[in-house]
């Protein structure tokens, strides 16, 4: 009894210690012992997983936590990596530019969604000269990979990029597949959404979040993740049953948690394991 009341203590103590540095710092080291502590228990069962990769938002401009993100993505073994929006603050060349190299630097495969940050200054017209598609979609790992454009605010997906999403979902019918769009197409509390993020009153951006949910019912897609909120969320679309993951951002500019990527990991029995991986 007098041990189990002494190492009680000591782990009260120790971490009320952590907290203590953390605040000091800045930096949630609680959370980082329990990402370290995930991930080495993941490379125990690593037979189970098809793919692993990392996705990243909300950078906003912020070179170094990029460049310390893509420096972890990198040390941990990952090949590639998804930008799910805001690369910017407002969307020049200069800024879009800036990003792009600190990821052509980096020797990392990436691909990416335009934010409705990125496209303040010109629409899509920077974003696309800079980092090309604003949609598109790809293969890798035997799994297929679906980037939508959600961040005009206004005119949403549009009619030209949902018929492209129908024809490819009919060229890819037994693919297993992922998601990636900047706006999630719903949100049990917030109304940050694909119809919600622009006003509540554009009954057309609900009329396509309906017609989005109803192409991807039963087309094998494992997840969707998005970004914009600034936290880390993961929760189930009721229509359609897929999971949602919001990837914390990564940018320590108007932040509610630590800047942070997310740890992918694709298991062989179709489950998707997301494990929040804070910049140091």
């Given at each position: 009894?007098?041990?189990?009341?002494?190492?009680?203590?000591?782990?009260?103590?120790?971490?009320?210690?952590?907290?203590?540095?953390?605040?000091?710092?800045?930096?949630?080291?609680?959370?980082?012992?329990?990402?370290?502590?995930?991930?080495?228990?993941?490379?125990?069962?690593?037979?189970?997983?098809?793919?692993?990769?990392?996705?990243?938002?909300?950078?906003?401009?912020?070179?170094?936590?990029?460049?310390?993100?893509?420096?972890?993505?990198?040390?941990?073994?990952?090949?590639?990596?998804?930008h799910s929006g805001d690369w910017t603050t407002v969307g020049t060349i200069d800024?879009?530019?800036?990003?792009?190299?600190?990821?052509?630097?980096?020797?990392?495969?990436?691909?990416?969604?335009?934010?409705?940050?990125?496209r303040w200054q010109s629409g899509s017209a920077n974003f696309e000269k800079v980092?090309?598609?604003?949609?598109?979609?790809?293969?890798?790992?035997?799994?297929?990979?679906?980037?939508?454009?959600?961040?005009?605010?206004?005119?949403?997906?549009?009619?030209?990029?949902?018929?492209?999403?129908?024809?490819?979902?009919?060229?890819?019918?037994?693919?297993?597949?992922?998601?990636?769009?900047?706006?999630?197409?719903?949100?049990?509390?917030?109304?940050?959404?694909?119809?919600?993020?622009?006003?509540?009153?554009?009954?057309?951006?609900?009329?396509?979040?309906?017609?989005?949910?109803?192409?991807?019912?039963?087309?094998?897609?494992?997840?969707?993740?998005?970004?914009?909120?600034?936290?880390?969320?993961?929760?189930?679309?009721?229509?359609?049953?897929?999971?949602?993951?919001?990837?914390?951002?990564?940018?320590?500019?108007?932040?509610?948690?630590?800047?942070?990527?997310?740890?992918?990991?694709?298991?062989?029995?179709?489950?998707?394991?997301?494990?929040?991986?804070?910049?140091?």
């Amino acid at each position: 009894m007098k041990n189990f009341l002494t190492i009680s203590i000591s782990l009260i103590v120790l971490i009320g210690l952590m907290f203590a540095i953390s605040a000091f710092l800045g930096r949630d080291l609680i959370n980082s012992a329990l990402n370290s502590l995930g991930t080495n228990l993941s490379q125990k069962d690593n037979a189970k997983v098809k793919t692993s990769f990392a996705v990243i938002s909300d950078t906003h401009s912020d070179s170094s936590d990029t460049q310390r993100a893509l420096q972890q993505i990198k040390s941990l073994g990952l090949k590639f990596v998804i930008h799910s929006g805001d690369w910017t603050t407002v969307g020049t060349i200069d800024e879009l530019k800036a990003q792009k190299a600190i990821f052509d630097r980096s020797g990392l495969t990436y691909w990416g969604v335009m934010g409705d940050h990125d496209r303040w200054q010109s629409g899509s017209a920077n974003f696309e000269k800079v980092l090309g598609r604003p949609y598109e979609s790809f293969d890798r790992d035997n799994l297929h990979f679906i980037l939508l454009d959600d961040s005009d605010l206004t005119n949403g997906l549009g009619e030209e990029q949902l018929d492209w999403l129908s024809l490819d979902l009919k060229k890819n019918p037994d693919r297993d597949k992922i998601i990636v769009m900047h706006l999630p197409p719903y949100h049990p509390s917030s109304d940050r959404t694909l119809a919600g993020k622009g006003g509540t009153n554009n009954s057309g951006l609900q009329e396509q979040t309906d017609q989005l949910l109803n192409m991807i019912k039963d087309q094998k897609v494992l997840a969707i993740f998005s970004g914009d909120h600034h936290l880390s969320q993961s929760y189930t679309e009721p229509k359609t049953s897929v999971k949602i993951f919001i990837s914390g951002a990564a940018t320590s500019e108007r932040n509610l948690q630590t800047p942070r990527w997310e740890l992918v990991q694709v298991l062989q029995d179709q489950t998707v394991r997301v494990t929040d991986q804070v910049i140091n």
